[in-house]
Nanobody, 126 residues
Framework: QVQLVESGGGLVQTGGSLRLSCSTS????????MAWFRQAPGKEREFVSV????????NYADAVKGRFTIPRDNAENTGYLQMNSLKPEDTATYYC???????????????????WGQGTQVTVSS
């Protein structure tokens, strides 16, 4: 099993930045893909970004391209989501997810990731 713990959420003004962290523990050697999803009130959980183990392959949702990046530190067993130029529509609970495979086609499906964190709230004020 793999345990994930997110941190770094908070309240920020439009145009500001936040960096979320996802600390992993347990069988971290089995983690190949690390991803971020988000869920706003009354909406379905949606894909944000994913990175493979080596860090040389990433994918981003169109809504965050050019504003978010997803670095990863395998030595620290930690993944990050760097969020810049934040907008009110980025307000959501952000979830870290991980899995043993990096899917090139279904990377945006929640079912592609067996391990999930508890979520961290991000609120962007206008």
């Amino acid at each position: 099993q793999v345990q994930l713990v997110e941190s770094g959420g908070g309240l920020v003004q439009t145009g500001g930045s936040l960096r979320l962290s996802c600390s992993t523990s347990g069988r971290t050697g089995s983690v190949v893909a690390m991803a971020w999803f988000r869920q706003a009130p009354g909406k379905e959980r949606e894909f944000v970004s994913v990175i493979n183990r080596d860090g040389d392959s990433t994918n981003y949702a169109d809504a965050v391209k050019g504003r978010f990046t997803i670095p990863r530190d395998n030595a620290e067993n930690t993944g990050y989501l760097q969020m810049n130029s934040l907008k009110p529509e980025d307000t959501a609970t952000y979830y870290c997810a991980a899995g043993p495979y990096y899917y090139t086609k279904s990377f945006d499906y929640t079912r592609s990731y067996p391990y999930w964190g508890q979520g961290t709230q991000v609120t962007v004020s206008s």
